[in-house]
């Protein structure tokens, strides 16, 4: 590298001062890595930054999306935290959300990668099936498929039905409706299960050679060298399908009709934000939802890094 | 936060030079002068089609206009529209809603068009009734594109088939409730029911509150009507379900005010509750014949119909060229040359000659809803109070509370006291 | 190689066959369940409008209609070919940039030295934690400010400086699980960083490579909220704005030619899976022999 070559030869010539050399040290110590980060970080300062500390000012406004935001204070925090039981209720229905789906889509994910790794033929079919249904990510044509599954009339119950059992109507019933996009997520188990694959793939196959013939059995195996060299991929599946579920959004947007109901049943916490923001004209409020969502969800991530010292391991 | 909102500006090509790929197609400019407008509205491919012809139309006769148009479907034509709004950099012409009318016009957002009546916008003879369903305080802020009115939409053969005649005009609140029963006697265990839950519709509701001498709001914007009134409501519609007249509860909340999300196009109900400007929708997504008829009357009450824009044209308060914006909205409604085009697609013209003319061209559907609101008449009262910031929580809150009650989470009495306490707190925060 | 050459040993068993013919029976099921509800909605391109919904959970259309495939193709004023090829060259324009950008600050992160380097990981993380709908507007006017609303700019340059923190954060994981000797005989050897990121991690991270590069094809090809509220030309759409606006929820949608087109836009992107995964795949040849 060009940068540490010359700082090198400026400090062989022995003609700076002290602090212009330990300067020039920091300099080369730094330069390398901050050149690989220069177009994040232009694409952070110029791009991202900005926008996130107008929203953070605007939670502090009344700003109504139509007209010049007023400063008020604390006053849309004092609201959420006194007089909002609307917000009560979307936090429960996310936490909720956030401690069924993530479990359940990582295992889920997890056990069909593992399945898919190697071993039979036909694999990248498979693969291509089980990745489809994350194709349909967002699209409109969901809320349909997923009356067509869990209406009264849907798929479910007409299984269900040949056991002589009726169902209720699962996506409209207040106490079942929720299950029904955990239900969803998992479906859409796609992603992390690729990533799963790719983190198998990086697994050396001389380490598994190595213990059958030291006679260790498969489970063994599983516990002592898949899991401990998958935990920073599980650890990254973890912490990204956490934030995204505390996120969620689409979903409940597409199959609820935007309503979050019946009875709140979905009010996801970004649903519930976004009601405020475009359909009852309080941005500055929504501004504060998003706010206070950050928090717990930084809050929950600084603690799962907290812990990787404990589980995750890196090969350094 | 005066940078917040900016001028247009002139689109440049330049970056990356994409704007001279062959696949970037051409590219309207920006209005930077009077002559380019830019045009907004939320709707099907249909309604697309017609108002780019239409469009075309004026483009040719007004020399110098360009219009450049975008469209798309509700739920994403608000965020959008407010984010425009946001950046100053909203559509010269607007198509509004008669709700969100209320929102942006008290914002400022929206022009008074009063100004131009009878220069750029002669559409004096659209009547006192569409002229003030497009006010609020007193100004114009949109021209009414379609006279749209709530009804119940029945399918007549489903009804014939269980020897029940259909609810009409005039059918009245309790015969609607012994004809429901009785249907659901006599299609008992196929899953098939008269008539969807109407108690969390809030057009139903207001309308039986309007028949009743109350309303949903006062001219102060506070609430229209009382706890017992609500809990009077949801007791009607618990004993519909008792008697298996209409859909239970959660047939009923797979509802999401969508045609395709209706108990009817489901295939549950022999009818239902909605605009008039969806029953063309409404029969494409059927495969029975359709009938548009009043929605049930309370006997010996008052009219409980009143006719409102099913949406309006307007012009961006920041328009630079609001004179030609006018003429454009006056030529969709008001002159043959552009409202032909658009026929009844947004619904019934205002203007009785634009109405009479498009008469003799139109097919089964579309002629069913205008034959709907002539017949209509008798049970049109006059305009109720605007609604009041918050109307659309309140909108929310109804549907939310009238579940808890269908759901058995809650009693009509006390569903009726938990909304009026929610309206209190909902109003206030305005 | 191929996927079969690779029975490990200690993982057959005494009757392979038999084990086999299992999994495949597990797995076809499963892709069944996984399948039903795209194969209800390829079913409902070929029902009459009127079928659509009152059918409950009927899988055969008792009517079946092509129809809807040219009107859905031709239905809107701009065709949907044109979609399909502006959807190509964002999705494609913008891998590129995200894959490129985010392995840089990857690298930076996972491996190199430099002042602030936790600081910054902490901000990157937390901007994937802000929800998108607040950052909408100030996004907006930021666009308005550089002219570049209505085109396609505001959904590719921002790839180009990795504003995706997923990535960064994901080819972090994976770049920390290579061999750290390799680039440390490397440095001895005199090594700049650059060459180590492309001589050695680059090529040792193929599979996650090609992981980023199918999500971030399939997710620009499925986003819709950037489009919307950047794009009005309908001759710049991109496929998921042409498949929107057949829906409106207000009035009459037309759900066949959205179904129709649904499946036709899924074509190019399952494609463009099946085509990374064999990179995906092919990876671990070059990982096997690592050590």
Redesign the interface.
């Known amino acids: ?2 940068v ?1 070559e010359r700082s090198a030869a400026a400090t062989g010539k022995g003609e700076s001062s002290a602090l212009a050399r330990s300067l020039r040290g ?1 300099v080369r ?2 330069a ?3 050149l ?9 300062l ?3 930054l ?3 500390l ?2 953070l000012y ?2 502090f406004t009344d700003f ?6 007023n400063f008020v204070g604390m006053q849309n925090y004092i609201r959420m935290a006194t ?1 909002d039981p609307k917000f009560i209720a979307a936090m429960r229905v996310t936490f909720l959300y956030v401690i069924l789906s993530v479990p359940l889509k990582l295992a889920f994910a997890l056990a ?1 990668a593992m ?1 898919l790794n ?7 079919v ?16 969901i ?7 869990f ?5 479910i ?2 299984v269900l039905a040949i056991f002589g059992i009726e169902g ?2 699962w ?4 106490r079942y409706s929720l299950y029904t996009l955990v239900v969803l997520s998992v ?1 859409q188990f796609g ?1 992390p299960m ?2 799963f ?3 198998l ?2 697994i ?3 380490m ?2 190595a ?2 013939l030291d006679g ?1 059995s ?1 489970s063994r ?1 599983f516990w002592k060298i898949t899991l401990p ?1 998958l935990s ?2 599980i ?2 599946n973890f ?2 399908q956490t ?1 995204e579920a ?2 969620a ?1 689409t979903p409940a947007f597409i199959v ?4 979050g ?4 049943s979905t009010l996801f916490y ?1 649903l519930y ?3 405020e ?5 309080r ?1 500055g409020y ?2 504060a939802l ?2 206070v ?2 928090i717990i ?2 809050i929950f ?1 600084a603690f799962s890094f907290l812990s990787t010292r404990y589980w995750v391991h ?3 | 936060m005066s940078n917040f909102t900016m001028d247009r500006r002139r689109f440049l090509g330049a970056g990356l030079g994409v704007a001279s790929m062959p696949l970037w197609g051409s590219v309207p400019g920006f209005a930077a002068d009077g002559a380019q407008l830019r045009m907004v509205w939320w709707g099907s491919e249909e309604r697309a089609r017609r108002t780019k012809e239409a469009v075309k139309a004026f483009e040719g006769v007004n020399a110098g206009v360009t219009v450049a148009s975008e469209s798309m479907g509700w739920d994403d034509y608000w965020p959008r529209l407010a984010t425009q709004v946001a950046g100053g950099n909203a559509p010269d012409f607007i198509q509004m809603d008669y709700r969100y009318m209320f929102e942006y016009a008290r914002r400022g957002t929206i022009l008074p068009l009063d100004q131009y009546m009878g220069s750029a916008l002669k559409i004096a003879d659209f009547g006192d009734v569409n002229l003030k369903s497009c006010s609020v305080d007193g100004k114009l802020y949109g021209a009414n594109v379609g006279v749209n009115a709530f009804g119940t939409i029945v399918d007549t053969a489903a009804w014939q088939e269980v020897g029940i005649a259909a609810p009409t005009y005039g059918t009245n609140w309790e015969q609607y409730a012994e004809k429901a029963a009785a249907y659901g006697k006599a299609a008992k265990g196929k899953k098939k029911y008269a008539s969807a839950d109407g108690s969390g519709n809030e057009n139903l509701f207001e309308g039986w509150l309007i028949a009743r001498g109350k309303s949903l709001y006062k001219d102060d914007g506070s609430l229209g009507y009382e706890p017992s009134d609500a809990a009077e409501w949801f007791k009607f519609w618990a004993a519909m379900r008792k008697s298996g007249g209409c859909v239970p509860a959660d047939v009923q909340a797979l509802y999401k005010n969508t045609i395709e999300t209706s108990p009817l196009t489901l295939g549950y109900t022999a009818s239902d509750f909605g605009f008039s400007n969806q029953f063309v929708g409404f029969q494409k997504m059927n495969k029975p014949a359709l009938a548009l008829t009043a929605q049930p009357v309370v006997a010996n009450g008052k009219p409980g119909h009143y006719l409102k824009p099913s949406q309006m044209f307007s012009v961006y308060a920041k328009s630079k060229a609001p004179e030609v914006t006018a003429k454009l909205i006056n030529f969709l409604v008001r002159d043959p040359a552009g409202a032909m085009i658009l026929g009844v697609e947004r619904g019934v013209p205002a203007s009785p000659a634009i109405r009479d003319a498009l008469i003799p061209q139109l097919d089964g559907p579309s002629s069913e809803v205008v034959k709907f609101i002539s017949a209509l008449t008798p049970y049109v009262g006059s305009l109720p109070p605007a609604p009041p910031q918050g109307a659309g929580e309140m909108n929310a809150a109804l549907i939310r509370i009238s579940q808890e009650v269908a759901f058995e989470a809650s009693t009509p009495e006390a569903g009726g006291a938990t909304l009026i306490a929610e309206a209190k707190s909902v109003l206030k925060k305005g | 190689m191929s996927d079969e050459a690779r029975v490990l040993p200690g993982q057959g068993s005494d009757h392979p066959y038999l084990r086999s013919a299992l999994s495949h029976c597990l797995l076809m099921a499963a892709s069944f369940v996984m399948l039903y509800p795209i194969l209800w909605m390829l079913a409902g391109s070929l029902r009459p409008a009127e079928d659509l919904f009152g059918g409950g959970a009927n899988l055969i259309p008792s009517q079946v209609t092509v129809a809807a495939y040219p009107q859905g193709w031709f239905g809107l004023q701009v065709n949907f070919g044109h979609f399909f090829l502006n959807s190509l060259l964002i999705s494609s324009l913008a891998t590129l940039g995200n894959v490129f950008a985010a392995s840089l600050a990857a690298y930076a992160f996972a491996r190199l030295n430099f002042f602030g380097r936790n600081f910054w990981f902490a901000l990157m993380l937390g901007t994937l934690m802000l929800p998108y709908h607040v950052t909408l507007i100030p996004q907006y006017v930021l666009f308005l400010n550089l002219d570049w609303i209505n085109t396609w700019l505001p959904l590719i340059v921002p790839k180009y400086f990795a504003v995706d923190a997923f990535f960064i954060f994901l080819m972090v994981q994976f770049f920390r699980g290579i061999p750290r000797e390799l680039d440390e005989a490397a440095q001895m050897d005199g090594c700049s960083p650059w060459r180590i990121y492309y001589k050695i991690i680059l090529p040792l991270s193929l599979p996650v490579l090609a992981t980023a590069a199918i999500f971030s094809f399939i997710w620009t090809w499925e986003d819709f909220f950037g489009p919307l509220i950047y794009i009005s030309d309908m001759n710049l759409y991109t496929v998921q704005l042409g498949l929107r606006s057949f829906v409106d929820s207000s009035g009459t949608s037309s759900w066949n030619e959205l179904f129709a087109m649904s499946v036709l836009s899924l074509i190019p992107i399952f494609l463009i899976f099946l085509f990374f995964q064999r990179l995906l795949i092919e990876g671990i040849a070059t990982t096997g022999m690592k050590r």
Do not use: H
């Open positions: 590298m060009s540490s920091a110590r730094n390398p890595g901050y690989f980060l220069a177009p994040w970080l232009i694409g952070f110029c791009l991202t900005g926008p996130a107008v929203s605007l939670s109504d999306l139509l007209q010049a935001p007089a069909v399945m190697r071993g039979l033929t036909g694999l990248p498979y693969r291509a099936i089980f990745y489809l249904p994350s194709l349909l990510g967002a699209s409109v044509a809320a349909v498929l997923w009356r067509q599954l209406a009264a009339d849907g798929m119950n007409s209720p109507s996506i409209s019933n207040p479906w992603s690729i990533i694959l790719a983190g793939r990086q050396p196959t001389d598994y050679e213990a059958s260790a498969s195996q060299l920073p991929v650890f990254f912490v990204i934030i505390f996120k959004f609820s009709g935007g309503t109901g019946p009875i709140n970004t934000l976004y009601q923001a475009f359909g009852n004209f941005m929504a501004s998003a706010w969502l950050v969800i930084a991530t890196y090969d350094e």
